[in-house]
Each structure stands twice: as C-alpha cells, then as structure tokens.
C-alpha cells in the first residue's frame, strides 16, 4: 500500500489528507505489522484491511466533529488506535495513549518516536485509576472495542470536561448497549447527541460511532472499583 492510493481510498470518503499524513499513515502500518509477529496486536494482516480497518475507521468521526485542537484520551489504546491516527492527522490535538498492558505501551512509544509525534504522550494505567487523578481533564475520550456503553461511561466521563465529548466506537449491537445504559447516562450527567453509522471499504458490517455529551461534573463517588462496576454497572 503506497501513499496515494490511501490519499485515494480517505478522499473517496470525504477526508482530504496530505502527503505528510499518508506518509506517516503507511509508516504506521508497516511499524505495526512488522511489531505484530511478536506481541500479537492485531488479527489484521492485510494491507487493505489495515488501512480500512484500521487506520480509516480510527478517523472518519473527524468528519463530524472538530478534532484539530484540544485534549484527547485515547482509552484502551492498544496498538495505538485510534489515538496515533489521529495524532497523525491533528498535529495541534495532544494524545494520551492509556493502556494498562505495558507492553503495548512500549510499543506505542517506539511508534511515536519513529514517527516524530510531538503531541503525543502515553501512560500505563487502569482507565478507573486514571480517572480518579485526571478528573475534568479531556476535551475528547475515545474508546474502541473497551467495554460495554454502560460500564465505559463510568470509567470515562468522570475524566472528560462538563461541555466535552466521548466517542464511543461500536459494532452493529450498539443500540443493545444504548437501551442498557440510560441509567448510566442519567447519572452521569451525559447524553448521546449522535449515532453515526457507517460501512469501510473492505467490509460489510454496520459501525457506529456514539458521540455523546457531558453536560455537568461528575458526582465523587464515580469511576467506583472496576471489580464493583462489572458486577453492578450503572
């Protein structure tokens, strides 16, 4: 996969994306793939894929909500998406990567050095644990294939700003998880403001990705224990 064909594959999606961006996009997948014979963080193997799969769907949620500036938490970041995609693309947007396996960690620091990411910084933590230290800190939390929509609120929004958005990315079950999590939502002050579906280019399915909205600050007592949350979520 070179550059123009994925400058190709983000403009038939509506993003228009530099040289400089693709360039780093197919460094990032090489870097990935070539990490992935040994630490086992992707079950994508395939250029195409990858670069759909992966790097696309980390991204389009850009077209409907302004990315370009702020404080982002990349939550459960794993290999590193879609916190470097994005990172890639809004080079004034500052990153977290939060993952509590230090090993993926690692690996995303050797990412973000190859790949020159200044706006970029990684911790390795528990998202409950995190919360509790960085309360009212982000402007976006992202958080892809985490937790249920009903156990993610209350590990997140207490770490998101009153007035800032938490980008849920699911699969064509997501309305299940909604209808669970209107409790949680209530309690936490939150509200979903748009569900956008959408296909990729290499696949059939249905995603989604929930934008949802925190209209005042979190009560103390929340993120409660993890152990506490999965067996009683809001």
């Known amino acids: 996969m070179d550059k123009d064909t994925i400058i190709k594959i983000f403009s038939d999606y509506g993003l228009q994306i530099s040289d400089d961006v693709a360039v780093k996009f197919v460094s990032l997948m090489n ?132 007035g800032g958005t938490l980008i849920a990315y699911k699969g064509s079950s997501y309305e299940e998880e909604v209808e669970a999590s209107s409790h949680a939502l209530s309690v936490l002050s939150s509200s979903i403001d748009k569900k956008i579906e959408y296909t990729l280019p290499t696949s059939t399915e249905k995603r989604v990705y929930l934008l949802i909205h925190k209209s005042s600050k979190t009560y103390e007592i929340y993120p409660r224990n993890y152990r506490i949350i999965s067996k009683n979520p809001l």
């Open 31 to 162: 870097l990935t793939l070539e990490a992935n014979k040994h630490l086992n963080l992707t079950s994508i193997t395939d250029d195409d894929d990858f670069v759909s799969k992966m790097i696309l769907d980390s991204v389009l949620v850009s077209k409907d909500l302004d990315l370009s500036s702020g404080a982002l938490l990349d939550v459960g970041t794993g290999a590193g998406f879609p916190g470097i995609p994005l990172a890639i693309m809004y080079p004034e947007l500052n990153v977290t990567l939060l993952d509590s396996t230090n090993k993926k960690i690692k690996h995303c620091q050797t990412v973000v050095d190859e790949l020159g990411l200044k706006n970029v910084s990684l911790s390795n933590f528990r998202m409950e644990e995190f919360a509790r230290t960085h309360r009212e800190t982000f402007d976006f939390i992202t958080a892809r294939a985490v937790a249920p929509l009903n156990v993610l609120l209350e590990l997140t929004i207490p770490a998101l700003k009153t």
